[in-house]
């Protein structure tokens, strides 16, 4: 006996992920809904490579009365009018947005990092899925907090275009050919080239200097991780179309070698490590792409502080960071909550 899901958004890129994923992993549905706006409505699109095909339903008129679960993959916006609506009918929302991770009473949660705090979704029925930069992030940074307390991380983000939906990855492909022609490139989705160029600007600008999406990390890690670990942020757009990368400086409580590090982080759930000190011996997103790991390499102690480490961190956005979560997130709350059969 399976369940009955619904994926909300579906038409989108992590949409489609999400089913990819559902389907790869063979997850226990006895019935799926690819739900979306009116504009996709009654379009088809395939659940996997199942070859079953799915009529894209009408968010609008969506009754999530017998549904299980409902993946949300639509924006703030539709999020919070129909998100409520489907957790008061009953449905457990897994949601992808910003719009409930920092809410106290809505879980946020990474399997591999804080699997028991899932059970704090009965409050409102809706569980909360990280941003893509702080979900890979913690995976690799938790099992080296449970070995020598992290006290403070600094990251640098190096964050795809696909991060910023279909328009950021074709405004990428765009100016890239446009250049290579000889055209203007104008920008669009970005606020400046994208195209052989690096922005760093991720959403929208605070009074304190910072981004949205470099508080977005800081307090999703504490959330997730431990609110006493000490976080700052600089998160870049780069030109690649799918594949976060980090560089992370960890600053311990406790004395951790390079070696040991390793050893843990090769054992760790989610993590694959892959640190060779020689050409080559390191994970580019390129290679991450498609792939549900966080890759990490580059290990190496910090001469500058006492007990540091520095890493290099590497997931597809599109999976770990969005689509991959939320299906381990409806695995686990399967297994802990609505157990079936």
């Not at 099992?143 to 983000?157: C, E, N, W």
């Not at 994208?194 to 890690?221: C, Q, R, S, Y």
């Not at 976080?231 to 040991?260: M, W």
Request: charged fraction near 25%; hydrophobic fraction near 40%.
């Amino acid at each position: 006996m399976g369940y009955r899901v619904a994926v909300v958004g579906a038409t989108g890129n992590v949409g489609r992920e999400m089913l990819n994923i559902l389907a790869e992993r063979e997850f226990p549905c006895d019935e799926i809904a690819a739900v979306a706006s009116s504009r996709s409505t009654g379009s088809d699109i395939e659940f996997g490579e199942t070859g079953k095909m799915l009529k894209v339903k009408n968010i609008e008129h969506f009754d999530f009365t017998g549904y299980d679960m409902a993946l949300f993959a639509a924006g703030s916006g539709p999020t919070a009018i129909y998100a409520p609506k489907a957790a008061s009918q009953g449905c457990v929302v897994i949601d992808n947005s910003s719009l409930y991770r920092m809410e106290p009473d809505v879980p946020l949660i990474v399997p591999e990092v804080n699997p028991d705090a899932i059970d704090g979704y009965k409050a409102r029925n809706i569980i909360a899925n990280p941003n893509c930069s702080t979900a890979q992030m913690v995976v690799a940074l938790k099992p080296l907090h449970d070995a020598a307390t992290i006290k403070r991380v600094v990251v640098s983000t190096y964050q795809s275009t696909s991060g910023a939906g279909k328009a950021g990855m074709d405004e990428l492909f765009t100016q890239s050919r446009a250049i290579f022609v000889g055209d203007q490139v104008e920008p669009s989705k970005f606020t400046k080239q994208i195209a052989f160029n690096v922005i760093p600007h991720i959403d929208t600008f605070l009074d304190d200097g910072f981004t949205k999406e470099e508080w977005k990390m800081v307090v999703e890690t504490k959330k997730i991780l431990d609110p006493k670990v000490k976080v700052v942020a600089t998160c870049v757009r780069v030109p690649v179309f799918v594949g976060h990368s980090e560089a992370i400086n960890l600053e311990f409580e406790k004395e951790l070698s390079a070696e040991q590090a390793q050893d843990i982080l090769r054992e760790a759930p989610g993590c694959m490590l892959v640190d060779k000190r020689e050409d080559g011996g390191y994970v580019t997103p390129v290679e991450c792409v498609g792939d549900g790991a966080t890759y990490i390499s580059r290990v190496r102690e910090d001469p500058t502080v006492e007990n540091g480490l520095v890493l290099w961190c590497v997931s597809d956005n599109l999976r770990k960071g969005a689509a991959l979560n939320a299906v381990q997130i409806a695995e686990l709350l399967g297994r802990k909550h609505l157990k079936k059969g």
